[in-house]
């Protein structure tokens, strides 16, 4: 597998998964989340896998978000359509993964990050960690699960 926005390794049972875009705060953009998914596949399929840890590239973001650039030219219904399937199942994907998923939060961990974050099962931030929902002030509703519980 080639990866281009995610850096993905196995060793000794222990899958790494590093969001690679730090010139954008590790933002999720459509190319990222089919990686991360094509990434959850292989675990899947790989006994040998015993955990996942995720983290951001750099020391600024875990994830900043979902990459807004390319929210801004798609319709309601294709926002919606954007969430609940590259949105909402990436982190369904996450959550029942067979294998624990750990989160080190490194940065701002924000919107959709944020939401990626709260489908691991274990969740270590550091002492500058910014968790948070911004996207209400965009006129965005959470969509990938951040106001609701599971």
Known sequence: MDFKNI??????????????????????????RREIREALKDIEGDE?????????????AFIGGADVSELKPLS????????STLGAQLYA??????VPVIAMIN?????????LAM?????IASEAAK????????????GGGGTSEK
Do not use: H, W
Not at 49 to 57: D, E, K, P, Q, Y
Not at 76 to 83: I, L
Not at 119 to 123: N, Q, S
């Open 7 to 32: 850096i993905y390794s196995k060793e000794n049972g222990i899958a790494r998964m590093t969001i690679n875009r730090p010139d954008v705060r590790n933002a999720l953009n459509l190319a990222t």
């Open 131 to 142: 968790l948070g929902q911004p996207e209400i002030s965009l006129g965005i509703f959470p």
């Open 48 to 60: 040998g896998v015993r955990v996942l840890i995720i983290t951001g590239a750099g020391d600024k």
């Open 107 to 115: 940065g701002f961990c924000l919107g959709g990050g944020c939401e």
């Open 76 to 83: 309601p219904v294709g926002a919606e359509a954007y969430a």
């Open 93 to 98: 994907d996450i959550e029942n993964l067979r």
């Open 119 to 123: 489908c691991c099962d274990i969740r």
